[in-house]
């Protein structure tokens, strides 16, 4: 029985964390974006985050982004700098081609730095992508 049961593997969809100039507060955030690099959208997107480490525990923040066309981005949510001294968990599900889809994306505690900034697919800015 288990054999038959295909589970869909997720690829070029990727949770990245972007620096970003915020006009309105006139400052330097973190943003936490959904990116889909396949040829086709990406469709009923659903993001649960939270931050852990122990006994430690962030509020669970669930956010519906809808659809994410092919080879774009989504913004998901600001991402506070005191929560980078935590594990950092995106848990993302979505249909694709008429399949269900689902991945955990991690960023480890202190992961989160200028640093570790790279190029990002599909975007043109730098970011951290989780792991």
């Keep these: 029985m ?7 593997v997720v690829k070029d969809v990727y949770v ?6 915020n006009e309105e507060f006139l400052s330097k955030d973190w943003n936490a974006y959904i990116i ?8 009923m997107v659903l993001v649960v985050s939270r931050g852990y480490d122990g006994d430690t525990r962030t509020s ?3 956010h519906g982004i809808g659809v994410v066309g092919a080879r774009d981005f989504a913004k998901i949510e600001l991402v506070q700098e005191e929560v980078f001294g935590l594990h950092n968990e995106f848990y993302v599900t979505f249909f694709s081609e008429g399949k269900l889809y689902e991945k955990k994306y991690l960023f480890s505690k202190n992961t ?3 640093s ?4 990002l697919p599909v975007m043109e800015q730098q970011g951290i992508l989780a792991k």
């Design 16 to 21: 990245a964390v972007v620096r970003e100039w």
């Design 2 to 8: 288990k054999k038959d049961i295909e589970i869909p």
């Design 60 to 62: 669970v923040m669930r």
């Design 36 to 43: 889909n690099n396949q040829k086709t959208p990406i469709e």
């Design 116 to 119: 570790a900034l790279t190029d």
């Design 112 to 114: 989160i730095r200028e």
